[in-house]
């Protein structure tokens, strides 16, 4: 495969390969745990419509991303940030991007309106792989793996990122992210 591609683990993005039609299609998910017990990661290009306000209980107005981060639980709230700094508790999967901290710290300062919100991106659900599944699909060429960028998962916008993604990866990616979504209709 091309040069590009690396080895999964926790702070990688999987990119789905263009043939997948399921709830996966066009999907580029940022990876938090991958371990012998499964791995985890949440869809970071498919919006939810409605604001955090209106679908977290008691949150202040605050103007960050919402995703559907997967199939699984999705009444489960998670977020990635890179405001490690002033959110404590937060796991840096990977150079400064944080998953999780202290919420009631998060509340309090999007309330004061000292967070900025393109800092955040906030999940409803997630994507989860039972022990060894992932490897399967990968051995099947379901995903692409390449490394995150916290520009490319925070600033670019959601319906971009996934042929920006295989286009920076260069070679036979740059072919891919130009294929039509629906390739009988050519």
Partial sequence: M?????K???????????????????TVIFMTEYNENGSLGFVI??????????LIEDFPEFDARVMLGGPVETEIVNFIHR???IIEG?????DGIFWGGNFNTLK??????????SDFIFFLGYSGWSA????????????????????????????KIWAETLKRMGGEYNTIA??????SVN
């Fill in 2 to 6: 091309g040069h590009k591609e690396s």
């Fill in 8 to 26: 999964i683990d926790a702070g990688k993005i999987l990119i789905s390969a263009p043939h997948l039609s399921d709830f996966f299609s066009r």
């Fill in 45 to 54: 290009n498919r919006p939810v419509e409605g604001k955090l306000s209106e």
């Fill in 83 to 85: 405001a490690g700094d």
């Fill in 90 to 94: 937060g796991l840096e999967i990977c």
């Fill in 108 to 117: 309090l300062l999007a309330e004061s309106g000292s967070l900025n919100p």
């Fill in 132 to 159: 060894g599944q992932l490897d399967d699909e990968l051995q099947e060429n379901t995903w692409i793996v390449t490394e995150s960028e916290a520009e490319l998962i925070f600033d670019l916008e959601p319906d």
């Fill in 178 to 183: 130009s294929f039509p979504v629906d390739p």
